[in-house]
């Protein structure tokens, strides 16, 4: 099964601050990479993805940065709010599943 | 328009008991998946159904098996439960190529074996 190493494994930031989660994968013969945002007792729901056609993608106030080269890709949430509190997922697709990453606890503080 | 509906929500077995998990994938989906979430983890592939057969398998025991009914909903049956199989489940619905269109995650079933 492919691995996905995903880091920091819990960042805490101030309210209005940025935080970056970053991921590497090992291979994949498909281009598209999802992140999952799941919060406490609830399943992980799509947040962005994007397909490494292009280097980002900006949706709002979360932004994706791929590097194909490095088989590396970034989460970026920028003016960080207490509503983002949550766990994010990145996640590497094979042909018929997705492989996670084990996750990074975001806690944004007032 | 209603997402992925699991049952029951907790549920609570002792070691060597069966316990049957059931999903209803969101409207116009036809493939469904199951993950198994350990406390503190990222969710593992357990096992995928398409067309009511299993299309592809993760690396779980056999004791853990499933079913895909013509409606497209799914079944998640595990026997001679362990407490190592303490987890949140996880199904999720998708349709044609799942690694373009994604998934639609319910918000699990979460199962303590006691």
């Known amino acids: 099964q492919q691995q996905v190493k995903q880091s920091p494994q819990s960042l805490i930031v101030q309210k209005g601050g940025i935080s970056i989660i970053n991921c590497a994968y090992e291979n994949t013969a498909f281009d598209y990479f999802p992140w999952y945002q799941q919060f406490p007792g609830k399943g992980p729901a799509l947040l962005i993805a994007?397909?490494?056609?292009?280097s980002e993608k900006k949706e709002g106030r979360f932004t994706i940065s791929f590097n194909k080269s490095a088989k590396q890709f970034s989460l970026h949430i920028m003016d960080s709010q207490p509503g983002d509190s949550a766990t994010y997922f990145c996640a590497a697709p094979d042909i018929y599943k997705l492989s996670f990453g084990a996750g990074t606890t975001v806690t944004v503080r007032a | 328009d209603a997402g992925v509906t699991q049952s029951p929500t907790h549920l609570i077995k002792t070691r060597g008991q069966q316990v049957t998990l059931r999903c209803s994938p969101k409207?116009?989906?036809?493939?469904v998946s199951w993950y198994q979430q350990a406390l503190g983890q990222g969710p593992q592939f357990i096992f995928q159904?398409?067309?009511?057969?299993?299309?592809q398998r993760g690396n779980f025991p056999d004791r853990f098996s499933g079913h895909q009914f013509p409606n497209y909903s799914s079944e998640l049956n595990v026997n001679a439960l362990l407490l190592g199989d303490s987890a949140l489940y996880l199904c999720a619905s998708s349709f044609g190529d799942s690694h373009t269109s994604g998934y639609t995650f319910g918000s699990g079933t979460r199962l303590t074996v006691v």
């Open positions: 159904y398409y067309e009511e057969e299993e299309r």
């Open positions: 994007i397909r490494p056609d292009v």
């Open positions: 409207s116009g989906h036809d493939t």
